[in-house]
């Protein structure tokens, strides 16, 4: 990362994503550290989905664990998501701020999307409905490191980790499809995804996302 760089008004979103078990976490509030301190004057705003707002919490607690139909599982993300935005994100971009969020949209297009199996149509549906704003733009993060690992891999991981969730704890071959729907994605928009290999060491993922350059497309 260039630390000369300017994060452009009206602020700067960048997002978190990969599969459970890819690392992203291990690295998010160090690498919010780092942007303090190469953006002194920029107030940064850390968040997650589902989550964020004191509603979207609530939905967090019954969407990781309690069971439901597919399609009230998306609508409940996106309902925690609509307020995430109107409450967290889009005031911060507007102010000026730097938004970093662990999970987006993207994780609904490859969890209910790839992983579960609902329509790739209702998905963008959604996507806009909730999403798009008053310039007819959809907000979406300016970059979003996915942290890609093997589901196998991943898996070993997370049972050494902490207890799963109803996500966590769903087959490989689950979370094998998860994984193929963000690499989809991010070879669909090459110019917002930095893909992070999550094979590497702790030392060398960090040391790739302290270099990788915050280019507003």
Not at 32 to 38: A, D, F
Not at 57 to 78: G, N, S, V, Y
Not at 164 to 181: S, T, Y
Request: proline fraction near 5%.
């Amino acid at each position: 990362m260039d630390p000369t760089m300017n994060v452009n008004e009206p602020g700067f979103f960048i997002s978190f994503e990969g599969i459970d078990g890819a690392g992203k976490s291990t690295h998010i509030n160090a690498y919010c550290e780092l942007l303090k301190s190469r953006f002194p004057n920029r107030t940064l705003v850390l968040t997650r989905e589902p989550g964020g707002t004191a509603l979207g919490e609530q939905l967090r607690a019954l969407l990781l664990e309690a069971p439901m139909h597919l399609e009230t599982e998306a609508l409940l993300m996106f309902a925690a998501r609509r307020e995430h935005v109107a409450q967290v994100i889009a005031p911060a971009l507007a102010a000026g701020h730097i938004v970093v969020s662990d999970r987006f949209t993207d994780a609904s297009f490859a969890y209910q999307g790839g992983g579960r199996g609902l329509s790739i149509e209702k998905l963008n549906a959604l996507e806009q409905w909730v999403q798009k704003q008053d310039n007819g733009q959809l907000l979406q993060p300016n970059i979003t490191f996915l942290f890609d690992l093997p589901g196998a891999v991943a898996e070993a991981r997370r049972s050494k980790a902490r207890t799963p969730d109803k996500f966590e704890r769903l087959d490989l071959a689950f979370f094998e499809r998860v994984r193929q729907e963000y690499l989809r994605r991010a070879k669909a928009d090459p110019q917002r995804f930095v893909l992070v290999d999550a094979t590497q060491t702790q030392e060398a993922i960090w040391d790739f996302l302290c270099q990788a350059p915050l280019a507003i497309r």
